[in-house]
């Protein structure tokens, strides 16, 4: 029997673009100076996939992920997510655009002292629309057996795994991602990868990682290469590599 051919859109995952940047600068000016942090950015995210931007210091990586979530915008160029034109937005539909659709995962974990794992991810829960039960988000870090512990009683690696169960406890359809192991020995980051490499693939969470780390590349389905403001090429890999694989 002939095979059908049914036609997807194109995308690492094989589904539907999630996002649509096009043509994306962002200048900051500081007195006289001028800095042109992004210099004419197109890239496409798609549903479910596994995205790593890779690239130096200064390279623009952050303040693409920033205008992604909504935390910044661009001073010219768009973003269309699901259809909807970020940078035409309110300040307060921009607000609600972040709270209802992105996760964020940063560097520094944020975690407040005075509450267990299970409580700082419950602060999340109770203001989101359809979430999980901390104890599942935890879970899916593989941090279950931590739920009543401190931050000061976890690892740092523990640490940022309970700031990723916060992150996605309220089912994002987007997690992004800022040099989430920046802090991290790698024998602790490859563990913080591994939480990530779940939820994408447990809860098909578009996930986008920025780093410096070219190892770190290798657990994405693509990856787009930063420089000077703007993204030089975009590398498609041939199979993930299992964050226990790569060579740190
Ligand atoms: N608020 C700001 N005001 C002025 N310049 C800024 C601001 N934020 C970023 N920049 C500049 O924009 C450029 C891009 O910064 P960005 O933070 O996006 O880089 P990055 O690739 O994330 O670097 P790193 O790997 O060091 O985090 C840099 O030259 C930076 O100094
Ligand atoms: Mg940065």
Redesign the pocket.
């Known amino acids: 029997m002939p095979s059908l051919h049914v036609t997807k859109p194109g995308g690492a995952a094989g589904e539907g673009v999630i996002f649509s940047g096009r043509n994306l600068t ?1 200048i ?3 007195g006289e ?1 001028e ?4 210099n004419g950015v197109d890239l496409d995210l798609f549903e479910g996939e596994m995205l790593v ?1 890779l ?12 205008i992604l979530g909504g935390l910044d915008r661009p001073t010219s160029g768009s973003v269309i997510f699901k259809g909807h034109n970020l940078t035409r937005l309110s300040e307060s539909e921009l607000t609600a655009y972040r709270r209802e659709h992105v996760g964020f995962v940063f560097q520094f974990y944020n975690l407040i002292p005075s509450l267990t794992a299970r409580e700082n991810v419950g602060l999340v829960t109770e203001i989101a629309s359809n979430p999980m039960r901390p104890e599942e988000a935890l879970e899916l870090v593989g941090l279950g057996p931590r739920l009543n512990h401190f931050p000061s009683q976890l690892s740092g690696g523990e640490q940022q795994r309970v700031a990723i169960a916060r992150a996605i406890a309220k089912r994002p359809e987007v997690l992004l991602c ?2 989430p192991t920046g802090a991290l020995d790698s024998k602790t980051g490859i563990l913080v990868l591994e939480a990530l490499v779940a939820v994408n693939r447990e809860l098909a969470t578009t996930t986008a990682v ?1 780093t ?1 780390n070219r190892a770190i590349k290798d657990i994405a389905q693509r990856v787009a290469f ?1 420089a000077d ?1 703007k993204i030089i090429r975009v590398e498609e890999n041939e199979r993930q590599l299992d964050p226990a694989d790569i060579e740190w």
């Open positions: 962002k900051y000016r500081t100076l800095v042109r942090a992004l931007l690239g130096p210091s200064g390279s623009g990586k952050s303040t693409l992920l920033n800022d040099e920025i410096h930063f403001g």
